[in-house]
Nanobody
Framework: EVQLQAYGGGLVQAGGSLRLSCVVS????????IAWFRQAPGKAREGVSC????????YYAHSVKGRFTITSDNAKNTVYLQMNNLKPEDTAVYYC????????????????????WGQGTLVTVSS
């Protein structure tokens, strides 16, 4: 059974850091790309970052580039999202998701392309 479990959300002041974890089971990180999406109240779900071990590529939304880093640990079946210099506009529920397929660069931000989703974890950044 494929499962993704997201952890690590919390309340942090602007300028602070958090690290989110997405623990996967039922598949390996070489089989699927893993992405982080976020959804703020009243806004559409947006792609934040994505990592593909098979393509050896990482992707970032423009709004988080230079502040967020996505990494994976195959031994732990875990993908991390290190979030630094957090801003109030980063406040959202963060979800991890898994998808397979080529040409990731053309579709990684499209949430409908993802087959499996974890539960969300809330990140709140106070000003």
């Amino acid at each position: 059974e494929v499962q993704l479990q997201a952890y690590g959300g919390g309340l942090v002041q602007a300028g602070g850091s958090l690290r989110l974890s997405c623990v996967v089971s039922g598949f390996t990180l070489d089989d699927f790309a893993i992405a982080w999406f976020r959804q703020a109240p009243g806004k559409a779900r947006e792609g934040v970052s994505c990592i593909s071990n098979s393509e050896q590529r990482t992707y970032y939304a423009h709004s988080v580039k230079g502040r967020f880093t996505i990494t994976s640990d195959n031994a732990k079946n875990t993908v991390y999202l290190q979030m630094n210099n957090l801003k109030p506009e980063d406040t959202a529920v963060y979800y991890c998701a898994a998808a397979a397929g080529p040409n990731l660069s053309s579709w990684w931000t499209i949430f409908g392309e993802y087959d499996y989703w974890g539960q969300g974890t809330l990140v709140t950044v106070s000003s």
